[in-house]
């Protein structure tokens, strides 16, 4: 791994906290944000991440001097820090950019106060600075960094707690990470394809390419009156009949748009160097314009299945929205809704509420029942031997059952049958465990909501499974500053 010097000396002093700004809250923000900035340092983790990226970038470049290598190394460090500030406060890149800029605390964080940077990162480069890290790699720092806090040496000396951390007990729970999409009603689709088409021809008739049609904007205006139509006829006796009408004029609006996007694409792949747009600009927009083509004709289909077959279409073939392919339908049975849409994920987390193992799923989630192996084996395999293992009755089964006992591991999953869950309770040990297996549900809510966010904005597959990752680090970041400044206030409160 390539450890190239980034010079602290040259970066300036944290300034001093001003009256106005006394808060308890903002001084408790303060001093978590500084444990953060001294366990990044201390413990080893910032150079691990930022080497391994080097390392992967460094192999796809060649003959690089020195100096790049090192400007490179400097931008990786403002890239960690950036990307652990902005899910620590959950806000978009443009709000994360307008905070950098104005606030000295995130400056001094992110080191981008350093007299060789002369100005904040703007929105682009913060959306860069997200996807200069592996998902894959970042997951794995994470894990062999929480492996280190079992070691009391590297507890006190690096982190400032007064104990190591225990990995002995692990409790685990699913749930769904929401896609942002609006609800999946089907006929809005055919609204979807027409808004995005009729989006790139203008701009490909504003690069200067044009074909004999009316102006876009009519069409787009026809097909929102046709929505609108659509909307209000459900309170009509004769809903059916007119929802029917309005879908067959919405489908031959949406085939008379998908032929003039066809004709624009070829224009644009043929005469594209007469535009001011590069290869790659106009290769951008041929892409958005594919992407609606070819999944336009299903979804004209799902649309006439549903509404004038009067047919059911399979949740496996259901076209949920155009720009989100991986999500699937979820059902949850949850208060809040019978179903989700968007991805499943799998959190586990040790006594402390640290998150130890996390899955975020591209497809169909399986059951809770057949995650618990692979889970319990990966866990092991970073943390060493497990104690306990303390699941909901979603995850219990008799083959879990059986290799929880292989593996001498005692049992808190939470039977399905009534008469065997009273039987348990009887247990202290089983009753401990399953009393605080309910604040993995506090925990899920604290991960969701204070750090993914609602709904979770990346856009595809390997930029969300990015995303959980930077907020699985973030989140235990946070978690181990905390306990650490817990443990540093103890002595302090038990002499006065």
Known sequence: MNNLPFQLSFRPELPAIPNIYLASDYLYFRSVLI???????????????VGEALNTW???????????QIFRSKILHYALRCNIARHLVEETFRDFSIRLADSELFQWFTRINGFDHKKAASKSALDRYDKFFDAEMVDEQIKVYLAQLSDPVKACENIGLNNPISFSSVFMDTSCIKANIHFPTDWVLLRDAARSLILAIKAIRKAGLKNRMIDPAIFMRNMNKLCIEMTHTRRRADSKQKRKLILRRMKKLSCCI????IRYKEMLQERWQETDWTYNQAQQVIGRIDNILQQLPAAIKQSHERIIGERQV???DKILSLYEPDAHVIVRGKAGGEVEFGNGLLLCEQEDGIITHWQLFKDQPPSDSRLLKNAIIDIERHYGKIDSACTDRGFYSKKNEGFLKSRNIYDSMCPKSPKMLKERLQENKFQSLQSRRSQTEARIGIFKNSFIGRPLRSKGFNHKQL???????THNLWVIARMALADEMSPLLKAA
């Not at 444990?35 to 991440?49: A, F, N, Q, R």
């Open 467 to 473: 995303n959980v990752s930077w907020c699985v680090l």
């Open 258 to 261: 998908q032929k003039h996007a």
């Open 58 to 68: 460094l192999s796809k470049s060649k003959d690089l001097a020195e100096g790049q």
């Open 35 to 49: 444990k953060i900035d001294d366990m990044l340092h201390t413990s080893g983790l910032e150079d691990c991440l």
């Open 314 to 316: 399979s949740s496996k």
